[in-house]
């Protein structure tokens, strides 16, 4: 679309050149500072053995891991956006999140390592997309507007699950459940999951972009263009859910990401998927490295919460934008 | 041949019982209207005829394939749908709403070409949108909307349009405008299948007629054999005065 296409390069290729940067500086920045020349020492095999562990086993890992969950998060939401045709969709608004917080927190309670955490974050991820999506079909089939209420009522339900486990949880174990609640990358070790996740569903949404332009007028106008309107939505649904669930995984449920990064994108960019999509997935990125990096830095050696900071940058930004747009 | 050819159909309304079954074959240059009380299902069976929605029995041929059989992309290629309703969840501008009557001739990972915007800005002129076309569509009146819907269609360059109240919320000068529109398309060689509730415009640019009345009974054919007042006022139940304009029936409400 003429007005779009020409803002859509230099917009993938700045957000591509920041998202590098928050990367680069998140490796950089903490406890110990890292010149770049160190940086580039390590990088081309060089460097002091403290510098090399602490990027190689600690740094980078984190950094990798907060990108990739940022930019699940996005995509998911995008992607939740344009099914539910609903502006406030977010990644968790299906109940997602809550299933798996129930997994997490319940393992948690029981004293399981983070390997087991993160496993029952998983199928509890999984379990409530399967009830959500068990409910909404009904009797005849599922229509967003159903998905969106069931997926509601069952967040609420793990919404007081949650609460009755935190407060029965011994005292020593709460921080730790909420820190995994507000979203929390300190121990998020092994990113590869998420990339593994994260570059195929990025790839595959990129040629569907312009069949969401057109799911987005409503599933009549979208059938009368030529769409086969459940399939794409089944294909979305259960993409979003699968990015929503390794995301969660990854970091406990960072909120805001999902639901405002697609946002800023459209108030800059227009509604054009074929660019929020890909463009989503780099500034959420961008957005949780940076907030990740703050999270851990601003009160060291005390670290955050990551959900607190996404919230914290994102919500002024976001009205900012708004604002600016009337 | 016929572009669209119902043989047998019965619309699927729930919680009605089956009606009279309609067989009739829609040929090229052809402008029907479809005439009927509120409710009578002219809309259900617009969107059966789209495929939108399956029939209940009978079946419904394009170009002597079954729709069933047909892709919704194939069926998109000739078809265009005009709606009385539009869901507008995202704001979009009026030329990338125009331009997606394009999607189905463009493959996944195609961009609109040079000539694909020349039909949407072809399509804006024809509807007078031409200063709107950077506007977002939640910010225009319902008239505007109405055009960019038919825009939509023409730039989806159809040989089978159907129409749902194309003159829906239209000033006069534009009811007029895009009767004339889709009777040029007709010209052009395609069909034109539309609902309408203005008898008068049936009257005046409709050369066949299908009424539906609300019992399920139906009849159709050439329009002049159609007009008849007699049978306009029971299809909705109301007194019509006919007065001759020009040498053509005018019908008001008596």
Redesign the interface.
């Known amino acids: 679309?003429?007005?779009?296409?020409q803002r859509a390069l230099p917009a993938l290729l700045g957000l591509t050149g920041l998202g590098l940067l928050a990367l680069l500086l998140s490796v950089a920045v903490g406890s110990v500072s890292i010149s770049l020349q160190d940086l580039w020492a390590v990088a081309t095999g060089g460097g002091s053995e403290l510098y090399r562990e602490l990027i190689v086993s600690l740094r980078a890992p984190r950094a990798l891991a907060a990108f990739s969950t940022g930019g699940l998060l996005a995509l998911a939401g995008a992607l939740m956006?344009?099914l539910l045709?609903?502006?406030l969709a977010d990644p968790y608004v299906l109940g997602i999140s809550g299933g798996a917080a129930v997994g997490a927190l319940g393992a948690m309670l029981i004293g399981s390592g983070l390997a087991l955490v993160s496993g029952s974050a998983f199928a509890g991820a999984l379990l409530s997309t399967l009830l959500v999506f068990g409910l909404a079909q009904g009797g005849g089939g599922w229509t967003p507007t159903r998905l969106l209420l069931t997926g509601v009522v069952v967040a609420a339900g793990w919404g007081a699950v949650i609460t009755f486990m935190l407060t029965m949880s011994p005292a020593d174990r709460l921080p730790g459940m909420l820190y995994w609640l507000m979203g929390d990358l300190s121990y998020a070790r092994a990113p590869y999951g998420a990339w593994l996740v994260l570059v195929p569903a990025v790839l595959l949404t990129l040629?569907?972009g312009?069949?969401l332009?057109?799911l987005?007028?409503?599933p009549?106008?979208a059938?009368?263009?030529?769409?086969?309107?459940k399939p794409l939505e089944w294909l979305v649904y259960i993409l979003a859910s699968l990015l929503t669930a390794v995301a969660v995984t990854t970091a406990g449920s960072v909120g805001f990401v999902g639901l405002i990064v697609p946002h800023m994108l459209?108030l800059l960019l227009?509604?054009?998927q074929r660019i929020i999509l890909p463009a989503s997935v780099l500034a959420g990125g961008t957005l949780l490295t940076v907030a990740d990096t703050l999270a851990r830095t601003v009160m060291a050696p005390e670290q955050l919460p990551v959900g607190v900071i996404t919230a914290l940058l994102g919500v002024p930004t976001f009205l900012f934008l708004l604002h600016r747009n009337r | 041949m016929a572009v669209l050819d119902i043989e047998n159909l019965i619309v699927d309304i729930p919680g009605r019982a089956d009606g009279e079954p309609l067989g009739l074959q829609v040929k090229s240059g052809q402008r029907w209207g479809v005439l009927g009380p509120n409710g009578a299902g002219k809309t259900s069976l617009l969107?059966t005829l789209?495929?939108?929605r399956p029939p209940r029995r009978g079946r419904v041929s394009l170009n002597g394939s079954p729709l069933a059989s047909l892709?919704?992309?194939?069926?998109?290629?000739q078809?265009?749908?005009v709606?009385q309703e539009?869901?507008?969840?995202?704001?979009?501008?009026v030329?990338?709403?125009v331009?997606?009557?394009r999607?189905?001739f463009?493959s996944?990972?195609q961009?609109?070409s040079a000539e694909d915007?020349r039909f949407a800005q072809e399509a804006l002129s024809a509807l007078s949108l031409n200063l709107l076309k950077?506007r977002l569509v939640s910010t225009l009146s319902g008239g505007e909307r109405q055009r960019v819907s038919i825009a939509t269609a023409l730039t989806?360059q159809p040989t089978i349009w159907l129409a749902d109240e194309p003159t829906n919320h239209l000033d006069l000068h534009h009811q007029v405008a895009v009767m004339e529109l889709l009777n040029q398309q007709a010209d052009n060689g395609a069909a034109v299948f539309m609902c309408l509730h203005d008898l008068n415009l049936a009257a005046r640019w409709c050369d066949h007629l299908l009424l539906l009345y609300p019992d399920g009974e139906l009849c159709f054919g050439p329009a002049p054999a159609m007009l008849v007042p007699e049978a306009l006022e029971r299809l909705y139940d109301q007194k019509l005065v006919v007065a001759q304009v020009n040498g053509a029936p005018v019908f008001v409400p008596g």
């Open positions: 679309m003429p007005a779009s296409k956006q344009v045709r609903n502006p040629p569907l312009r069949s332009n057109v987005a007028r409503g009549l106008q059938a009368a263009l030529g769409i086969a309107v459209r227009g509604n054009d | 969107h789209a495929g939108l892709s919704r992309r194939d069926v998109a290629r078809v265009a749908v709606f539009r869901q507008d969840s995202f704001p979009a501008t030329m990338e709403t331009l997606i009557g999607h189905p463009l996944a990972w961009r609109e915007i950077d989806q």
